[in-house]
């Protein structure tokens, strides 16, 4: 089993490179617990809600680490969400992998 995942990783890491923008579908990004657990501040939301009803796009990036876990952009992600986009912009990082 840890063979099939190894390969599925590098598979990824092949497509998806860090520092690129990427459309990915929604439903493969992963939550960590402590973003679910975090409320959003108002001020916060409403000023992303107001810049994606002006401008049709996420005000900030979504970052994912090569497993498709969520590491910044909850508030983007929420929104997408919501508003049921199909594939959204992505972007991957690989500095978490140092620690």
Same mark, same amino acid.
């Given at each position: 089993?840890?063979?099939?995942?190894?390969?599925?990783i590098?598979?990824? !890491?092949?497509?998806?490179?860090? &520092?690129? %923008?990427? $459309?990915? #579908?929604?439903?493969?990004?992963h939550?960590?617990?402590? !973003?679910?657990?975090?409320?959003? &501040?108002n %001020?916060? $939301?409403k #000023?992303?809600w107001?810049?994606y009803?002006?401008t049709?796009?996420?005000?900030?990036?979504i970052?994912?680490t090569k497993?498709?876990?969520?590491?910044?952009?909850?508030?983007?992600?929420k929104?997408?969400?919501?508003?049921?986009?199909?594939?959204?912009?992505?972007?991957?990082?690989d500095?978490?992998?140092?620690?």
């Amino acid at each position: 089993m840890c063979n099939k995942i190894s390969r599925y990783i590098k598979r990824i !890491f092949g497509i998806y490179k860090p &520092g690129y %923008e990427y $459309w990915i #579908s929604l439903d493969k990004i992963h939550i960590p617990q402590e !973003f679910t657990k975090t409320r959003i &501040g108002n %001020e916060k $939301w409403k #000023s992303k809600w107001r810049y994606y009803r002006r401008t049709g796009k996420l005000q900030s990036r979504i970052l994912l680490t090569k497993d498709f876990t969520l590491v910044d952009g909850y508030s983007s992600y929420k929104i997408a969400k919501i508003t049921k986009m199909g594939k959204i912009p992505v972007w991957f990082v690989d500095w978490l992998d140092e620690e």
